[in-house]
């Protein structure tokens, strides 16, 4: 079990700065999601981790101590990339013994390793296979994971581990790496573009972008409050609405307006302290917060159906008021054409205001 | 546009069956979804359709004229590939008015019509850029603007959102009926992602192994999958198949699951007289979302543990099980439940079918 520090760390590639003083901590064996867009510095920052990239300055710590000087090959960590490059010459049981057989473990340890491993991973039934080719990509990835687990390292670095897979194989992956992190209590880093993923796998999420981590934390409130736009936008899916508009005092409190539309603001706890009159804002809504239909507590509108795709379980509804356009979800799988009127509701309590200026978001 | 028919075509790559016996009539208009997982065939039908590749045997029919011997030309097909193609010492204009260079009367036809797609597609504003100015989401929607302002037989879409990034790929994909609407051809479109046919296609035709498994509209496919693949393809999170056997019970219908039996609706009984003799050894298929929890005891429930939770942001996607049965059940993430805890599942009775597992075949 290892505690990873990382403070301040910097590194640039030229004229290129892909991390900026990056600062985060993983507790001892918590499984944690990097994410953030491609560029964002997700795998430097991994690489730095693994040795394999020297930083410019910062440091990074395994229980308290800087591992800076330690090479890589004496980290005894553990990255796990896209591709799992097996080799293809070697049955699945020599794949996972190879790393054993490099440290000179004798026959029996390494069958037992091996096997307990492979049962983890519900890999005992291909172990015999000779060509590691022929193997499904879901069973490829597994055995890649298996020869990296065999060698018990102190951190695992994964990165974006199945971005190469089918959606539908994704979706069962992502379940079997939680439940394998509940199995073996290691300290895990996982990168991922993906934010499903990212939620699905972990209990914190760092929101990384351009170098720094913008935001570390719980799913639900990487969702519900997000520190700034690009928290907001990156997350959640269909992607939140955003409205440009000014903030105005009115009869009943405060009050947002765009084009040819007002919203009654409702402010969480307390009043906004940070907001006047004239200033102008971004007002954010997710699609999950709009209601279809009309509500009692005012902010209805009339909108019309542009869009409908009909997903199963839900339905994404997009929605022109005017100049403005909306998304909405619904339920189930439901029917709605193209210019069809409906009403919808926007609470006044859901939204999120981020400061045009800057992007922060206003509480 | 064309009504295009697949008939009987087999495609054999040296020992490889890519395509066995598949028979497809798209109507003419129709917004079309070949959907499949990887190696199941939907490419090689696809290339097969435009002309790009010769069947083994079978034939394909645009209208009623047999095009199998033609080219992709010869069948005026309009494509989109998963990477944009793009002359990069052109500029964006140009690059859409090359497409349609042999089907222009006058410059000002040209004019219009390349205004009219890169309108549809919202890029306009880029029309006067070149290749290395714009970034790889506005690229691909040149390439549709490229296809869809010819006036082809048929359009078709290689996975064109799967080098898309999540917000790039939602947004386009939500534009796509709207596309389609206005260009009012026959598009065929090719891609891994159920969810993205479900949210595009007018028709959905899955494949596996070279095999057509159904060909339904999104509902039907959901609500009504003929085998065990579809349902499983079909629908995130994936559908629960849970051992279970069935029993009459005063004429009435039970299905066993985990240690309850549940009453099913009177519409079982039925299938279930059809099969008397062979009620062990089933599965009951039910999707997440179709089944609810209650902290308390409900009627009509199944008393369970709670295994594993799984967020999903605004949504819990949670694994219970009830004696040897395991089962996951999407619910809204404000439910206050924990690990470990009893609770008590309820079914959605209108949605649960039962399958036979040897042919996978969905009885009901």
Same mark, same amino acid.
């Given at each position: 079990m290892?505690?990873?520090?990382?403070?301040?760390?910097? *590194?640039s590639y030229?004229?290129?700065?892909a991390? *900026?003083?990056l600062?985060?901590?993983?507790?001892?064996?918590?499984?944690?999601?990097?994410?953030?867009?491609?560029?964002?510095?997700?795998?430097?920052?991994?690489?730095?981790?693994?040795g394999?990239? *020297?930083?410019? =300055?910062?440091?990074?710590?395994?229980n308290?101590?800087?591992i800076?000087?330690?090479p890589?090959?004496?980290?005894n960590v553990?990255m796990?990339?896209q591709?799992?490059?097996?080799?293809?010459?070697?049955?699945?049981?020599h794949?996972?013994?190879?790393?054993?057989?490099?440290?000179?473990m004798?026959?029996d340890?390494?069958?037992r390793?091996?096997k307990?491993v492979?049962?983890?991973?519900?890999?005992?039934?291909l172990?015999?296979r000779?060509?590691?080719?022929t193997?499904?990509?879901?069973?490829?990835q597994?055995?890649?994971?298996?020869?990296?687990?065999?060698?018990?390292?102190?951190?695992?670095?994964l990165?974006?581990?199945?971005?190469?897979?089918?959606?539908k194989?994704?979706?069962?992956?992502?379940?079997?790496f939680k439940?394998?992190?509940r199995?073996?209590?290691?300290?895990?880093?996982?990168a991922?573009? &993906?934010?499903?993923?990212?939620?699905?796998v972990?209990?914190?999420?760092?929101?990384?972008?351009?170098?720094?981590?913008?935001?570390?934390?719980?799913?639900?409130?990487?969702?519900?409050?997000?520190?700034?736009?690009f928290?907001?936008?990156?997350? !959640?899916?269909?992607?939140?609405?955003?409205?440009?508009?000014?903030?105005?005092?009115?009869?009943?409190?405060?009050?947002?307006?765009t084009?040819?539309?007002?919203?009654?603001?409702?402010?969480?706890?307390?009043?906004?302290?940070k907001?006047? /009159?004239?200033l102008?804002?971004?007002?954010?809504?997710?699609?999950?917060?709009?209601?279809l239909?009309?509500?009692?507590?005012?902010?209805?509108?009339?909108?019309?159906?542009l869009?409908?795709?009909?997903?199963?379980?839900?339905?994404i509804?997009?929605?022109?008021? !005017?100049e403005?356009?909306?998304k909405?979800?619904?339920?189930?799988?439901?029917?709605?054409?193209?210019?069809?009127?409906?009403?919808?509701?926007?609470p006044?309590?859901?939204?999120?205001?981020?400061?045009?200026?800057?992007?922060?978001a206003i509480? | 546009?064309a009504?295009?028919?697949?008939?009987r075509?087999? *495609?054999? #790559?040296?020992?490889l069956?890519?395509?066995?016996?598949?028979?497809?009539t798209?109507?003419?208009?129709?917004?079309?979804?070949?959907?499949?997982?990887?190696?199941?065939g939907?490419?090689?039908?696809?290339?097969?359709?435009?002309?790009?590749?010769?069947?083994? =045997?079978?034939?394909i #029919?645009?209208? /009623?004229?047999?095009?199998t !011997?033609?080219?992709?030309?010869?069948?005026?097909?309009?494509?989109?590939?998963?990477?944009?193609?793009?002359?990069?010492?052109?500029?964006?204009y140009?690059?859409?008015?090359?497409?349609?260079?042999?089907?222009?009367?006058?410059k000002q036809?040209?004019?219009?019509?390349?205004?009219?797609?890169?309108?549809l597609?919202?890029i306009?504003e880029?029309?006067?850029?070149?290749y290395?100015?714009?970034d790889?989401g506005?690229?691909?929607?040149? =390439?549709i603007?490229?296809?869809?302002?010819?006036?082809?037989?048929v359009y078709?879409?290689?996975?064109?959102?799967s080098?898309?990034?999540?917000?790039?790929?939602?947004?386009?994909?939500?534009?796509?009926?709207?596309?389609?609407?206005?260009?009012?051809?026959?598009?065929?479109?090719?891609?891994?992602?159920?969810?993205?046919?479900?949210?595009?296609?007018?028709? $959905?035709?899955?494949?596996?192994?070279g095999?057509?498994?159904q060909?339904?509209?999104?509902?039907?496919?959901?609500y009504?999958?003929?085998?065990?693949?579809?349902?499983?393809?079909?629908?995130?999170?994936t559908?629960?198949?849970?051992?279970?056997?069935?029993?009459?019970?005063? &004429?009435?219908?039970?299905?066993?699951?985990?240690n309850?039996?549940?009453?099913?609706?009177?519409?079982?009984?039925?299938?279930l007289?059809s099969?008397?003799?062979?009620?062990e050894?089933?599965?009951?298929?039910?999707?997440?979302h179709d089944?609810?929890?209650?902290t308390?005891?409900?009627?009509d429930?199944?008393?369970?543990?709670?295994?594993y939770?799984?967020?999903? !942001?605004?949504?819990?996607?949670?694994?219970?099980?009830?004696?040897?049965?395991a089962?996951?059940?999407?619910?809204d993430?404000t439910?206050?439940?924990?690990?470990g805890?009893q609770?008590?599942a309820?079914f959605?009775?209108e949605?649960?079918?039962?399958?036979?597992?040897?042919?996978?075949?969905?009885? $009901?």
């Amino acid at each position: 079990m290892t505690k990873v520090e990382i403070r301040g760390l910097r *590194k640039s590639y030229g004229a290129v700065e892909a991390l *900026k003083g990056l600062d985060l901590v993983v507790e001892s064996g918590a499984l944690v999601a990097l994410l953030g867009p491609t560029g964002a510095g997700k795998t430097t920052t991994l690489k730095c981790i693994a040795g394999v990239e *020297k930083p410019d =300055s910062g440091d990074i710590l395994f229980n308290g101590e800087s591992i800076l000087g330690i090479p890589a090959w004496r980290r005894n960590v553990a990255m796990f990339f896209q591709t799992y490059a097996l080799y293809p010459h070697l049955s699945v049981y020599h794949n996972i013994a190879y790393p054993l057989r490099e440290q000179k473990m004798s026959k029996d340890e390494i069958d037992r390793v091996v096997k307990s491993v492979a049962k983890k991973l519900r890999i005992s039934h291909l172990l015999d296979r000779k060509e590691p080719s022929t193997l499904s990509g879901g069973e490829m990835q597994r055995v890649a994971l298996a020869r990296t687990l065999v060698r018990n390292p102190l951190v695992f670095l994964l990165d974006e581990p199945i971005s190469n897979l089918d959606a539908k194989l994704r979706e069962e992956m992502r379940t079997e790496f939680k439940r394998l992190h509940r199995e073996l209590k290691q300290t895990i880093i996982y990168a991922t573009p &993906d934010y499903l993923e990212a939620f699905a796998v972990a209990e914190k999420v760092a929101v990384i972008k351009d170098g720094v981590i913008l935001q570390y934390d719980t799913p639900i409130n990487l969702l519900k409050r997000p520190k700034n736009r690009f928290v907001a936008t990156f997350i !959640g899916s269909p992607t939140i609405n955003l409205l440009r508009g000014v903030v105005r005092r009115g009869a009943r409190g405060w009050e947002f307006s765009t084009s040819g539309l007002r919203l009654e603001l409702v402010s969480v706890g307390g009043a906004f302290s940070k907001i006047y /009159d004239g200033l102008e804002v971004e007002l954010a809504v997710r699609p999950h917060d709009i209601i279809l239909g009309e509500q009692q507590n005012g902010n209805t509108f009339k909108a019309k159906v542009l869009a409908a795709e009909r997903l199963g379980h839900e339905t994404i509804i997009t929605l022109s008021l !005017g100049e403005v356009e909306l998304k909405t979800v619904s339920k189930g799988m439901r029917l709605y054409k193209y210019g069809d009127e409906v009403s919808i509701s926007i609470p006044g309590d859901r939204v999120i205001l981020f400061d045009v200026s800057n992007g922060e978001a206003i509480h | 546009m064309a009504k295009v028919r697949a008939e009987r075509v087999t *495609k054999v #790559f040296k020992t490889l069956k890519a395509l066995d016996n598949v028979s497809v009539t798209i109507d003419h208009g129709l917004f079309f979804c070949l959907l499949g997982p990887s190696g199941s065939g939907k490419t090689t039908l696809m290339r097969i359709i435009s002309g790009l590749e010769t069947p083994t =045997s079978g034939s394909i #029919f645009f209208d /009623d004229e047999d095009v199998t !011997g033609l080219s992709p030309s010869e069948r005026n097909i309009a494509m989109v590939f998963q990477f944009p193609s793009i002359y990069p010492s052109l500029n964006i204009y140009d690059n859409i008015a090359l497409a349609i260079r042999r089907e222009v009367n006058s410059k000002q036809e040209e004019r219009e019509r390349v205004q009219w797609a890169a309108s549809l597609l919202r890029i306009e504003e880029h029309l006067k850029k070149r290749y290395h100015e714009i970034d790889f989401g506005i690229l691909q929607r040149v =390439s549709i603007a490229k296809a869809i302002v010819r006036k082809a037989q048929v359009y078709i879409f290689d996975e064109p959102l799967s080098n898309l990034d999540t917000k790039l790929r939602e947004s386009l994909r939500s534009e796509f009926q709207h596309i389609h609407r206005e260009v009012g051809g026959t598009f065929i479109y090719v891609t891994h992602d159920q969810l993205e046919a479900m949210a595009i296609a007018d028709k $959905i035709g899955i494949l596996r192994d070279g095999r057509l498994q159904q060909v339904g509209t999104p509902d039907e496919i959901y609500y009504h999958p003929l085998n065990k693949f579809v349902a499983y393809f079909i629908g995130s999170p994936t559908i629960n198949f849970i051992d279970t056997k069935l029993k009459l019970v005063e &004429d009435k219908p039970y299905a066993f699951v985990g240690n309850t039996y549940l009453q099913l609706d009177e519409k079982f009984k039925r299938a279930l007289q059809s099969r008397m003799g062979k009620l062990e050894n089933l599965q009951l298929g039910i999707r997440p979302h179709d089944i609810s929890i209650s902290t308390t005891p409900v009627a009509d429930s199944i008393p369970c543990n709670v295994n594993y939770i799984e967020s999903l !942001g605004t949504s819990l996607l949670v694994e219970l099980v009830s004696g040897p049965a395991a089962f996951k059940c999407l619910c809204d993430a404000t439910l206050n439940i924990k690990e470990g805890m009893q609770v008590y599942a309820v079914f959605d009775k209108e949605h649960i079918h039962i399958i036979d597992p040897e042919t996978e075949e969905v009885i $009901i």
